[in-house]
């Protein structure tokens, strides 16, 4: 079949729209023999100068980039070490608050076996069982105070009751009610304790027995009498 004249000449209309033209590539060779763009950039660099396009055109200029890149480094690396410092003191508060609470629970047990001691009822298994008890619980760290004589303070001790006494200088424990724990310095609960103060009476009576005995007079020895 034999296409008609307008046909034709719409098809060699349209023939140089699709014909595609390749674009130059970088580097290559020009039709005259000489270098492309790549091989002029490439050439300008060889003379020892500034290459075009480089990042940093001078010496000076990279010196000081290393020096800001240096300190960063050492930035990142300071808030590292501060960061791991944090998390380990972080992870030991919370051992030491898991521990702290464990331990506070077996208080009561403890109590009971320091009574079954008092009243001599600490024997056979149930003795030995105790005794284990306590050596955990010592090498975790929890440690009792709280013994009769010991100066009050009232940090660690709570008094129920007072006395006066004039066989004491100070205020002081007496007897030692319930006994306290600490866990590294930390008071778990106090000593309760009953305590004897000073009696303001009984130093005036001293004082007085002390002036009407006087000084005690010198001894001296006899003289020889001359033969």
Request: proline residues 8%.
């Amino acid at each position: 079949m034999t296409d008609s004249p307008e046909t034709a000449e719409q098809e060699q209309e349209r023939l140089p729209d699709e014909t595609e033209v390749a674009p130059p590539m970088t580097g290559s060779t020009s039709p005259d023999g000489g270098a492309g763009p790549a091989g002029s950039a490439a050439e300008a660099g060889e003379d020892g100068g500034p290459a075009a396009g480089a990042p940093y055109e001078s010496a000076d200029e990279m010196a000081t980039r290393i020096k800001e890149l240096t300190a960063d480094l050492q930035r990142l690396q300071a808030e590292y070490v501060n960061y791991k410092r944090r998390v380990d003191r972080d992870r030991d508060l919370v051992l030491q608050n898991a521990k702290f609470t464990i331990l506070s629970a077996l208080l009561p047990v403890l109590d009971d076996v320091d009574r079954a001691r008092e009243h001599e009822e600490l024997s056979g298994g149930f003795k030995a069982i105790a005794e284990s008890l306590e050596r955990i619980v010592a090498g975790e760290g929890l440690h009792k105070f709280g013994a009769g004589g010991d100066p009050f303070d009232p940090r660690i001790h709570e008094a129920l009751m007072h006395s006066l006494s004039p066989d004491v200088t100070t205020t002081t424990c007496d007897k030692v009610v319930q006994a306290g724990y600490e866990i590294g310095g930390r008071v778990v609960r106090p000593a309760m304790v009953t305590v004897v103060d000073p009696d303001p009476d009984a130093a005036p009576q001293a004082d007085a027995g002390e002036e009407r005995s006087g000084p005690v007079p010198e001894l001296r020895p006899e003289l020889e009498e001359e033969s």
